[in-house]
């Protein structure tokens, strides 16, 4: 049976960000491509969402693919339908072993390396200020074994690197709430003990480390253990937490089944995030699988976002609404 087309969702339907609740945003990363070439997807990601993160328009390779010549064209047109469309921007990222441009050299003194990295964090930072809501300031910065992640920062400036970046994003924009973003610590794992110990020391230290993002790649088979527990262990170190990039992939085929267990974890990652007073926005890595890193990274895997290939609405977007609508209706008021 052929799949409805697709079509606006109506007034009456229920949208993410129509049943938002105040403190709490419903984002979704931007694809550029789609962005630009698609009007069902624009349509879409301005009904549906009241915050969006650039999946890659503020990654350090496509701001300044060479060195002292930016391109701010895609940041700028992404922050630009934010505001038209009344959504809150998510910076992402400052400081990433990813995404460099080519013209980094290893070979550099430390001085060197800091002086660089210190002008791009300024830069960006100065540029969108008063524009973003949040930084990740720094992004993946653990190996999965909790230690400190090998990286050019690492070995040019030792762990120093992570407090200073902060203290930079600070200077820069006095505002925006300062994140820093992991994977793998959605749940009780070592990382996620490794990232709480640092997190607990850097505001020790007096560092400007506002928020916590678990990024929440997950597979809908593999749920994390006491996702609630760990974020409001998180929460009582005094820091803001948030779901940065969820998704949840799916062994393909995509059966209706799998489609439903997928729903059921979308839901409890809402739910977890919806039970602590200071998680401040729920963010998809992408709402449509048109557009999902999944199958590029991850054979055999996809489907992974609440709306289809044809940006039509999966269970996991119902499931999504109906934790919002519940919400609504507990809440006093
Ligand atoms: O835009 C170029 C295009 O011009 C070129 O023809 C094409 C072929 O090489 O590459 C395109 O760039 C790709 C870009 O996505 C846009 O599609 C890059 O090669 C590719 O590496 C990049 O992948 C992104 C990846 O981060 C690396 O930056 C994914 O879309 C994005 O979903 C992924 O997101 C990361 C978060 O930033 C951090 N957390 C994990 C998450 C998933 O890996």
Redesign the pocket.
């Known amino acids: 049976m052929n799949a409805p087309a697709w079509r606006a969702p109506s007034a009456s339907e229920p949208t993410l960000r129509g049943l938002a609740l105040p403190n709490v945003r419903m984002g979704t990363?931007v694809?550029d491509?789609l962005l630009a070439e698609d009007e069902r997807y624009r349509t879409t990601l301005a009904s549906q969402f009241n915050a969006i993160t650039p999946?890659?328009a503020m990654?350090w390779s496509v701001l300044e693919p060479a060195r002292d010549h930016y391109d701010w064209g895609a940041a700028d047109r992404l922050v630009e339908f934010a505001e038209a469309n009344g959504q809150a921007v998510y910076g992402?990222?400052l400081v990433?072993y990813?995404?460099l441009p080519s013209w980094i050299d290893e070979s550099w003194s430390p001085s060197q390396v800091r002086a660089v990295l210190r002008k791009h964090v300024t830069t960006v930072a100065s540029r969108y200020r008063g524009r973003v809501w949040a930084w990740d300031v720094v992004?993946?910065v653990l190996a999965e074994d909790g230690s400190l992640r090998d990286t050019i920062w690492l070995r040019k400036l030792g762990p120093g690197y992570i407090a200073d970046a902060f203290r930079w994003a600070r200077e820069a924009d006095p505002d925006a709430r300062l994140f820093i973003?992991e994977?793998g610590t959605e749940g009780r794992t070592k990382k996620s003990d490794a990232l709480w110990r640092l997190v607990r020391d850097l505001r020790a230290q007096g560092v400007p480390i506002q928020g916590v993002g678990f990024?929440s790649?997950l597979r809908a088979d593999q749920p994390p253990t006491d996702i609630l527990g760990n974020l409001r262990r998180f929460a009582a170190l005094g820091v803001v937490v948030a779901v940065t990039?969820l998704d949840v992939r799916l062994k393909l085929p995509a059966t209706p089944e799998k489609l439903v267990s997928q729903a059921s974890l979308y839901q409890r990652v809402l739910a977890a995030c919806l039970a602590v007073p200071t998680c401040e926005s729920f963010t998809v890595?992408?709402f449509t699988d048109a557009g999902s890193?999944i199958p590029?990274?991850y054979q055999g895997y996809g489907a992974a976002c609440v709306f289809d290939m044809g940006m039509r609405p999966k269970p996991a977007h119902g499931a999504l609404v109906a934790e919002l609508r519940e919400r609504e209706s507990a809440s006093p008021g």
């Open positions: 990363a694809d491509r999946e890659n990654k992402h990222t990433w990813g995404s992004n993946e973003n994977y990024q790649h990039e890595w992408g890193w590029h990274r």
